[in-house]
């Protein structure tokens, strides 16, 4: 379970923690996207990252990524690991696998 709907109206990113695994959360276009917080590359936090419409941007050396899929479009063939999410009444739920 990440929490209330509720408490993420304001911005469009956020690093989570899910026990002690942190999680890249993003919204685009009013749904809700959970990636693995690291960049394919070094590891950056992509929650950390330049968001523009549905692409991150890492920034410490400029690898973009699909939230929607995880899909690394600086490499065109790999993807980052991405989670599902649902909403529960007013609750986010996220299935870590
Ligand atoms: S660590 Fe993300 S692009 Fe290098």
New binding site residues.
Partial sequence: MIGPVADYTEGNKWQIHIGDRPVALFKYDDTFYALKN???????P?AD?NVKSYMV???????VYDMRNGKCL?LGDRFTKTYELRIKGNILEIDMG
């Avoid at 690291?38 to 950056?44: I, T, V």
């Avoid at 941007?57 to 690898?63: D, F, R, V, Y």
């Fill in positions: 690291g960049c394919l590359h070094q590891g950056f992509l990252g941007e890492c920034p410490l050396h400029g690898w600086s």
